[in-house]
């Protein structure tokens, strides 16, 4: 269904941008969901949506300023754009087409860390 990558160790105050790719045509008629959850540790939280053109997003108020997301669906890959990392940021990521995780991959982990 959906793919995450680009997850990486990166000091506070750096950045990193993840992608998301779709295997399906499908998924470009669908709103995307940004979700990250702290492994073993809480639910998924979620950190941003796009719509289906990318005409539309909204954030957490906690990665307000900071995240960017994004998508080219002629090739089906949906971006989020991390900037000014801190630490609470540091989880596993995912992608996918609700906020409880419906089509989600395997995620990606970002930690933040000096």
């Known amino acids: 269904p959906l793919a995450e990558s680009g997850g990486d160790l990166v000091q506070p105050g750096g950045s990193l941008t993840l992608s998301c790719q779709a295997s399906e045509w499908r998924f470009n008629l669908y709103h995307i969901f940004w979700i990250r959850q702290v492994p073993g540790k809480g639910p998924l939280e979620w950190v941003a949506t796009i719509d289906s053109d990318g005409s539309w997003t909204d954030y957490a108020d906690s990665v307000k300023g900071r995240f960017t997301t994004s998508r080219v669906n002629a090739k089906k890959v949906i971006f989020l754009q991390m900037n000014n990392l801190k630490s609470e940021d540091t989880a596993r990521y995912y992608c996918?087409?609700?906020?409880?995780?419906?089509?989600r991959g395997q995620g990606t982990q970002v930690t933040v860390s000096s």
């Open positions: 996918a087409t609700s906020t409880d995780g419906q089509n």
